[in-house]
């Protein structure tokens, strides 16, 4: 287990892409101090790379460890690429919003479990994957890389 360089005792589960410090949570990323970079650092930076996370406002610190969990995937270059493509943040926006709230269309289902959004989620993304009735390549390439994440991490 590495332990976090910033407040030694969680595990460290990140990465800063700038710094290369191993952190746990966001407040620690947050915390991670910067070291001053000769101009020939800056050629180095990588095309596309991601900010470091902002705070949203209508995101709970329980969802943003739900989230933070994931950061390892955002760190990957062939997943920035893919969320550069607005057909891929559309439908993982709407898979979000299925899964993040209680309403269908305009009536409140409140009797919607976890598992029913989970399932309907799934069956979202389905539809846009290979053999789906709305196949989408960027869909489909952004799940397999996704999966192929998940497996190494396991």
Known sequence: ?????????????YKCPKTKVRYCSLKCYKNIK???TSNSDKSDK?????????????????????LDKYQYAVEDARIRELLRHNTVKFHLDKV???????????TTDSS???DMKREL???YLNTLRTGGIHCNEAIEEFC???????RERN
Do not use: W
């Open 1 to 13: 287990m590495v332990k976090c360089e910033v407040c030694q005792e969680n595990e460290a589960c």
């Open 34 to 36: 910067p070291e001053v």
């Open 46 to 66: 990588v095309v596309g790379a991601i900010e470091p996370p902002q705070e949203p406002n209508s995101v709970t610190e329980t969802e943003h460890k739900k």
């Open 96 to 106: 979000y919003r299925i899964l993040s709230v209680n309403s269908i269309g305009e």
């Open 112 to 114: 919607m479990t976890e």
């Open 121 to 123: 989620a799934v069956d």
């Open 144 to 150: 397999q890389v996704f999966l192929e994440l998940l």
